[in-house]
């Protein structure tokens, strides 16, 4: 936290961090489509996105955007827009999801505060 009582981007918004939203967000959804000892040994991170939503494009795009709306909403920080929309398009069925962390690291990098937008 800064010293005006807000929290430091950079700091809340770290790739530890977003990769640990995403592997919440899929356990919620999908946590029985790899055994545990993957989940814990970060196996998961290289298995497709898309096999935690059946191969669905659409399924895998909504599931990081409500990951980093998660993460981004700690540091009261919102995604929206052309950044929104980039990420969207970055990520398909098959975008490992170790390069779905690093694609919500750059998206996270162009979020804006909540209480700018309108």
């Given amino acids: 936290m800064s010293n005006s009582g807000h929290i430091d981007i950079t700091s809340a918004l770290t790739p530890m961090a977003l990769t640990a939203a995403l592997k919440v967000r899929l356990r919620s959804d999908a946590g029985g489509e790899l055994a545990t000892p993957d989940w814990d040994a970060d196996?998961?991170?290289?298995?497709?996105?898309?096999r935690f939503y059946g191969n669905d494009d659409e399924f895998a795009?909504?599931?990081v955007c409500r990951a980093i709306d998660d993460?981004?909403?700690k540091a009261r920080r919102r995604l929206t827009g052309a950044p929104r929309l980039n990420l969207r398009r970055t990520i398909d069925r098959k975008t490992m999801c170790r390069?779905?962390?690093a694609a919500m690291r750059d998206?996270?990098?162009e979020s804006e505060p909540i209480d700018k937008i309108p």
């Fill in 43 to 50: 196996r998961w991170l290289e298995v497709p996105i898309g």
């Fill in 61 to 63: 795009k909504d599931a």
């Fill in 71 to 73: 993460a981004l909403g």
């Fill in 99 to 101: 390069l779905a962390v």
């Fill in 107 to 109: 998206a996270s990098l």
